[in-house]
Each structure stands twice: as C-alpha cells, then as structure tokens.
T-cell receptor, first 108, second 113 residues
Framework: AQRVTQPEKLLSVFKGAPVELKCNYSYSGSPELFWYVQYSRQRLQLLLRHISRESIKGFTADLNKGETSFHLKKPFAQEEDSAMYYCALKHTGNQFYFGTGTSLTVIP | EAQVTQNPRYLITVTGKKLTVTCSQNMNHEYMSWYRQDPGLGLRQIYYSMNVEVTDKGDVPEGYKVSRKEKRNFPLILESPSPNQTSLYFC????????????FGPGTRLTVT
C-alpha cells in the first residue's frame, strides 16, 4: 500500500519565489515524518523532521493530520535549493517508506 | 570521519552469478538498512536491521539476503541476480536515539545482464 505520495515529479520555480513540495501520507497512528534531500553528486541527507519543528536552510514543514500532509515550504527559493527531495514516513522499528521524490529546479 | 561506506560502487554482472555488496558504518549505530532506488519508484526499503543478529524484511525483500554478524557491517547478498535487480542501492544507518535520522552511503550501481 502506498504510504507516502509526492504528486509532483518535477517542480520548477524562479529564484526568490515561494516553493512548496507536496507530501501526503496514509498511516494509522502517530506518524513520524521526514524530508530528505539529495543534492547533485552528494549523498542523501536529512533535511528536517516533523518532531523537531525546526527550520533548516529556510525550509519548514508542518504536519497536518487532518489532511494527512507534510508539505515542505520555503518563502524564497535559492539556486542552491535545486535538488531531489524525498518525503519519508517511519513505521515501527526501523521500517521506512519513502515517496517517489520531487526534483526541484530553481531558475536563476 | 563518521560515514557509511559501500563497496563496490559500480558492478556489472550476469544473471545468476552470486554477489555481495558490503556496507560498513563507523558510528556505532544500531540500525542499518538497505534500499533500492529506481526511476519513478523512489527509494524502497529491502531489509533492515535493528541490531546484531536482528534483521527484518522491508518492502521489497524478494531475491535478497542480509546478515548482521557485527554491528558495523550489513552486507547485501544477491544469491542469483536477475535483470530486474538492476538498480541503485543505498545502505543507511541510524542510532536508536537519533530521532530517525539516517546516514546514507554513496550508493552502488548494479547492472545485471
């Protein structure tokens, strides 16, 4: 069963414009959600997790249990934000479900 | 330097020839995982381990085996590789109390002809 959905495979925005990468999930119970990012020629790395309610590199993500969403947002996109973004759900133990990813391109 | 290493980084093999991809971490992490990444399918977890001698199936375990005899190592074994196992494979590790943050290896690109 699909547990994490990222509806956009590709997303392009202009530098300075707001950006929102969508993530929806299906899970019974309290979800643990993450955003991972893979920059060109770098390893996949954690960007942020919902439990920390943090802002990393200007990105934030709010868990909306009513809409079962965990969208990633940034008010002003920068060229260095161009990367592949994955939303991930942690199940029991060490079981993870990743979305199919969204490739973000920030146009100068 | 804290890291996850994988070997080999690239491998081309033929159908049915057993192979092993090694994964090692130097962070004393309890949790380790293997993923495969395919276009349009994202990352899918193959197997995971919560500690030495404790392994469990992920989403797509068919055709793969793992072992966790030591805390630092988590090899992925393909006993009889098939072309549909051509993929990019990632190993990852995380600490029990690490709030779910996984550290990923550089990836192994496997081609099975």
């Amino acid at each position: 069963a699909q547990r994490v959905t990222q509806p956009e495979k590709l997303l392009s925005v202009f530098k300075g414009a707001p950006v929102e990468l969508k993530c929806n999930y299906s899970y019974s119970g309290s979800p643990e959600l993450f955003w991972y990012v893979q920059y060109s020629r770098q390893r996949l790395q954690l960007l942020l997790r919902h439990i920390s309610r943090e802002s990393i590199k200007g990105f934030t993500a709010d868990l909306n249990k009513g809409e079962t969403s965990f969208h990633l947002k940034k008010p002003f996109a920068q060229e260095e934000d161009s990367a592949m973004y994955y939303c991930a759900l942690k199940h029991t133990g060490n079981q993870f479900y990743f979305g199919t990813g969204t490739s973000l391109t920030v146009i100068p | 330097e804290a890291q996850v290493t994988q070997n080999p980084r690239y491998l081309i093999t033929v159908t049915g020839k057993k192979l092993t991809v090694t994964c090692s971490q130097n962070m004393n992490h309890e949790y380790m995982s293997w993923y495969r990444q395919d276009p349009g399918l994202g990352l899918r977890q193959i197997y995971y381990s919560m500690n030495v001698e404790v392994t469990d199936k992920g989403d797509v375990p068919e055709g793969y085996k793992v072992s966790r005899k030591e805390k630092r190592n988590f090899p992925l074994i393909l006993e009889s590789p098939s072309p549909n196992q051509t993929s990019l494979y990632f190993c990852a590790s995380s600490a029990t109390l690490g709030l779910g943050e996984q550290y990923f290896g550089p990836g192994t690109r496997l081609t099975v002809t």
